[in-house]
């Protein structure tokens, strides 16, 4: 029977992918999880070590952005660029379909794209962060 690949756990090969980086100021990362519980502890373990801690994943923007205490920016989800008139920007209607156990694709949707990020600036000298803003820009960029 073949062997199971291997679960990489990020909390115990974050100290050595830093190590990889130890020379640069502004470090940012960009943790890929699933749980909001997941991503703050994460933030709280590099907290100071690094300039900040992006949450990707689930593709809403949370509204959580700070400084933590020792300079890091940290905010649990940075959100999606994509079709806002959706679901993780696929079509409302065939990912219900789906839930309801319906086998079709998804389709993308294509309806008020729009592009969601965050704007961190930093201490170039001590790679701390300053500021951390949530950024949406709309299909029109007004907003």
């Known amino acids: 029977m073949p062997e199971e690949p291997k679960k990489l756990n990020p909390f115990l090969i974050i100290d050595e992918a830093l190590n990889v980086v130890r020379d640069s100021k ?7 999880a699933e749980a909001t519980a997941e991503k703050i502890a994460m933030a709280n373990y590099l907290d100071g070590k690094v300039t900040a801690v992006i949450g990707t994943h689930t593709h809403v923007m949370t509204a959580d952005e700070r400084i933590m205490k020792n300079g890091t920016a940290y905010i649990t989800d940075a959100g999606m660029t994509g079709p806002f008139d959706s ?9 219900i ?3 309801k156990g319906n086998e079709e694709r998804l389709k993308i949707a294509k309806d008020d ?11 170039i000298d001590t790679g701390k ?9 709309g299909e029109d960029f007004k907003r």
């Open 26 to 32: 502004i470090i940012i990362v960009d943790f890929h």
């Open 97 to 99: 379909r789906k839930f």
């Open 129 to 137: 962060a300053v500021n951390i803003r949530r950024l949406e820009i």
């Open 113 to 123: 794209i729009r592009m969601n990020g965050v704007l961190i600036t930093a201490d």
């Open 87 to 95: 679901v993780i920007g696929m079509d409302v209607e065939t990912v």
